[in-house]
């Protein structure tokens, strides 16, 4: 139920994502000009982790929230952490690797924050991109649930995202010669 421009000089009551898309891109577009020295993707974890949790939104979005524009420019040198991938609910064989690729940042800027993560209190290695991408594998060796946590830490303060899925003891394939 937004009001807004229509082809031709009108107005119309609109939703969806072709109303959401310019609050989100005016929403980047300020953080830009308040942080010269975020990136892309520190802008999208900074929006992302700003959002006013919505328990009706609870499983229904990705940040269960809605879009907080004043929480974002005003984040007082506060870290953000946003983790890509896995998914929440993911599945992952035993053996296979389990891509982990988390966005961290301080106020929307790549540098300035220490990035940790974890697999079942495991310890992963993670690689820095440079523009706020973190990315690192983990092999599960046993069936069960896994508990994915990434921090970002700075200034005393610490932000935290934690993905919960399940190794699954299956079959996997392979191409090989066969021999008699």
Request: glycine residues 10%.
């Amino acid at each position: 139920n937004i009001y807004s421009t229509t082809p031709g000089g009108g107005y119309d009551w609109w939703d969806g994502t072709s109303m959401a898309t310019p609050h989100v891109a005016g929403s980047a577009a300020l953080v830009k000009s308040l942080f010269p020295g975020a990136s892309a993707l520190g802008i999208k974890a900074l929006l992302l982790r700003s959002v006013d949790p919505v328990t009706a939104f609870a499983n229904r979005t990705a940040t269960e929230g809605r879009l907080n524009v004043a929480r974002a420019v005003n984040c007082n040198s506060a870290p953000k952490v946003w983790v890509e991938n896995p998914d929440p609910g993911f599945k992952v064989s035993i053996g296979d690797p389990l891509t982990i690729s988390a966005i961290a940042t301080m106020c929307a800027n790549p540098s300035g924050a220490t990035v940790t993560a974890n697999v079942n209190g495991t310890a992963v290695t993670l690689t820095n991109r440079g523009d706020g991408l973190y990315t690192g594998t983990h092999r599960p060796q046993a069936a069960g649930s896994l508990t994915v946590t990434v921090s970002a830490s700075a200034n005393g303060l610490t932000d935290t995202r934690t993905i919960t899925g399940t190794a699954l003891a299956n079959y996997r394939v392979y191409d090989d010669a066969y021999g008699w």
